[in-house]
């Protein structure tokens, strides 16, 4: 190429910067035969401009100074320094002011774009040999369009990339805004039993977080919240549906059930050391199982958001590990309806030293199956609560003056759940 041994400091004024020499080693050490479509790169770097510092202004510029150049294809070997005047460039780039056109010049030529190869007296010109042909020329190199061409369509595709991924991460948001809202309207519509002030309330949260402005991590991240946020609303309304089944089919089989003493101390060991205290206790759950009434669907919260929220009552239920019993079908449930849960939580109650008055009071108020419910969500809080007797007492009084009722802490325990699944998030 005829230009490679012209000078490359820049003329007057304009310092010389160490990224002004890598931008010409890099465009010396190109191939001579390589060549590029003028076109293709300039859409490239358009694709690009943000992530290469370059404004709107300068796009403009950089199409224009293309345009001087005849052939439609760059090649490294061939002379690739076009010299239009300012008046001429800035009529091409759409009339901009020559002092724009000056400062995007150099934003151009500072972001390794273009070079500028000055006259010794700052004009752009060329000198012509025999036949009219282009013997030396001064003006603004494109040869680190060639030099760059592979590294340009590179940043392009990035950009293609995030682009999509940030129009997924809106469908997510989209898709998980429709299922979260209609979900929470089912609930208030139907009455079905959950805390649906609190998760419209952390819809709204994540929502706050996500703004039109938001990059990629962003939009990532509230997608990730919303669809957790659906996927819990969904399992419960998933339990709600499945507990309602199973409570239906087994009302009919469960009426007559009794429980007896040999069942109470296989189920818990510990008292076995009190024999008068359990005959006391086995009498008192015989008639607590004979109260539960005939049709368990009628209970409004389901049994199995209950367990849910209360794992560990499982483990005062069955076996010494909370297994159920096996059968020829397979392990049974070791709470599998209201009766047993009911048993277990009388169980719960004397271990956890709540005394026969204050469960009396609580029973009387709330009735047995929201009494046993709290019982059990005071085994589930463990060393949160470090008077049972008095917590319960507390939440009977609430509960009289209309200000209490199961379903926010059952909600509570499950949020509890499913935020340390997610690490704490």
Not at 81 to 87: A, K, L, Y
Not at 156 to 179: C, S
Not at 284 to 302: F, H, K, N, W, Y
Request: some cysteine.
């Amino acid at each position: 190429m005829m230009t490679h041994g012209l000078a490359t400091t820049p003329f007057g004024r304009r310092a010389l910067s160490l990224g002004l020499i890598a931008t010409h080693q890099q465009a010396r050490a190109v191939a001579p035969e390589k060549t590029v479509h003028k076109w293709k790169v300039f859409s490239a770097i358009t694709e690009a401009k943000d992530k290469l510092g370059l404004p709107d202004r300068a796009i403009a510029i950089l199409q224009a100074l293309l345009s001087f150049h005849q052939e439609t294809t760059l090649t490294a070997g061939d002379p690739l320094v076009v010299f239009p005047s300012n008046e001429k460039l800035c009529q091409r780039a759409h009339g901009i002011a020559p002092a724009t056109l000056r400062r995007h010049l150099a934003i151009l030529v500072e972001a390794g774009v273009i070079l500028r190869r000055d006259s010794p007296n700052g004009k752009r010109y060329a000198r012509r040999g025999e036949g009219g042909a282009v013997s030396l020329a001064y003006g603004f190199e494109l040869t680190p369009l060639v030099a760059r061409a592979v590294e340009f369509e590179a940043l392009a595709q990035e950009v293609q990339a995030e682009k999509r991924a940030m129009r997924f991460a809106r469908e997510r948001i989209t898709l998980a805004r429709r299922d979260i809202t209609k979900m929470i309207a089912l609930g208030l519509e139907d009455g079905i039993p959950g805390d649906w002030g609190g998760l419209h309330n952390q819809f709204l949260t994540a929502l706050g977080g996500i703004r039109r402005s938001s990059g990629l991590s962003e939009l990532e991240a509230g997608a990730g919240d919303l669809e957790a946020l659906a996927a819990a609303i969904q399992n419960h309304l998933e339990l709600f549906v499945n507990s309602s089944k199973t409570s239906a089919n087994e009302s009919h089989s469960e009426r007559h059930k009794q429980i007896s003493k040999s069942d109470l101390y296989e189920s818990e060991p510990a008292f076995e050391k009190d024999r008068g205290k359990l005959d006391l206790l086995a009498v008192e759950l015989t008639e607590l199982a004979a109260r539960v009434p005939a049709d368990c669907t009628s209970i409004g919260t389901p049994l199995g958001m209950v367990l849910e929220a209360c794992p560990d009552i499982l483990e005062y239920a069955g076996d010494s590990e909370g297994r159920g019993q096996a059968t020829a079908g397979g392990t049974e449930p070791a709470i599998r309806n209201w009766a047993v849960f009911l048993k277990t939580a009388s169980l719960v109650r004397a271990m956890l030293g709540i005394s026969p008055g204050a469960w009396r009071d609580a029973v009387e108020t709330m009735g047995e199956v929201d009494a046993a419910i709290v019982v059990a969500a005071i085994l589930q809080k463990g060393d949160e609560v470090r008077f049972p007797g008095g917590y319960l007492r507390a939440l009977t009084e609430k509960k009289r003056e209309g200000q209490f009722s199961v379903g926010p802490i059952l909600m509570a325990l499950i949020g509890t759940k499913l935020k340390a699944m997610r690490g704490g998030r």
